[in-house]
């Protein structure tokens, strides 16, 4: 053998020891590459599995809505409430902060709670706030708890607009208007109201307020009678709400928890939570419409 074979040799007995010795390696990366697609496919399955398996352990029993700032569009509570109609929710709790708002939206909201209690128990807590158009929306639930630190109640409904006729003059604006009928200009801001403008939006106002006193005496079991003492847009601490029947409980959050559970005949409770990012929009709209709100003139329950 001469010396160049004997090289070749001494080279592939080289390769040879150092193959035997990778050769776990290279065959694992080697299957990797061919079934690269197979085995992610697998692990996909895999973790689809588990999570469906943890989501079948975990399936939550209630429910929780918020409902927070001021009341102008029932439409994202009545989406809420139709989730939780889901039968796999047993209960439902309402987490209440608003200082009231619109007539409309408040009504479709406390209808909308009415409608869902005939099929599972409500709970709602005032975590701050319950007052005006945001304790019509509460009247029908099985139960109401109040934080002990909660203003509830001011029962009452209320029409303004600035009048802005002494600015106008100031800066030298007159406005012109064209109408018919005697009461199309009711409301309007460019001068003092007139009698009959008053008289006929007090009309409006007393039919609604005695619409919302009634709804409550229906709702709470209390008498009409004795509207005086809860109504009349009295405010009262969450005591003070209570012994006029406004509220059932004074408690925390913890409590009214606890007692949508036990009407609900959940032993082991699991509360559906919201994303991360749900709760980011939530708290946007939030913001925004109390901003809104500030703006905005007309009929409202605050």
């Known amino acids: 053998m001469n010396e160049e074979n ?5 080279k592939k007995g080289v390769k040879g020891f150092l193959a035997s010795i990778f050769y776990p390696l290279t065959a694992t990366l080697d299957y990797l590459q061919r079934y690269s697609k197979g085995i992610v496919i697998l692990f996909l399955l895999l973790l689809f599995l588990a999570l469906a398996q943890q989501n079948k352990i975990q399936q939550p029993n209630l429910i929780s809505i918020k409902l927070s700032g001021t009341i102008l569009d ?4 009545l989406k809420q409430i139709k989730e939780a109609k889901n039968p796999a929710y047993k209960g439902v709790l309402f987490i209440i902060d608003s200082p009231g708002g619109a007539v409309a939206p408040s009504i479709e909201i406390s209808h909308a709670i009415k409608r869902l209690r005939e099929k599972k128990p409500v709970v709602v807590y005032a975590a701050g706030t319950l007052a005006s158009g945001s304790y019509y929306s509460a009247i029908w639930a099985n139960k109401i708890v109040a934080n002990p630190g909660s203003i509830v109640g001011s029962i009452g409904v ?12 100031k800066i030298g604006i007159e406005p012109e208007v064209a109408k018919a009928g005697k009461y199309k200009e009711i409301g309007t801001p460019f001068r003092p109201w007139k009698d009959y403008e008053k008289a006929e939006i007090q009309k409006v106002i007393s039919d609604t307020y005695e619409m919302f006193v009634r709804d409550v005496c229906k709702a709470r079991g209390l008498k ?10 009295h405010i009262f601490t969450a005591r003070q709400a209570k012994a006029v029947g406004l509220v059932d409980e004074v408690a925390t959050i913890d409590r009214a928890k606890e007692l949508t559970a036990k009407l609900a005949k ?4 699991v509360w ?5 990012f749900e709760e980011f929009i939530k708290e946007l709209q939030d913001e ?3 901003k809104v709100a500030s703006l ?5 329950l605050f």
């Open 6 to 10: 004997r090289s070749n040799a001494s």
């Open 74 to 77: 029932a439409s994202k509570v």
């Open 158 to 169: 209320i029409f303004e607009t600035p009048v802005i006729k002494g600015l106008l003059d």
């Open 224 to 233: 009409y009678e004795d509207k005086d003492k809860f109504a009349e847009a």
């Open 266 to 269: 959940v032993e082991h409770p």
């Open 272 to 276: 559906k939570k919201p994303t991360k």
């Open 288 to 290: 925004t419409s109390s």
């Open 296 to 300: 905005l003139l007309g009929l409202k």
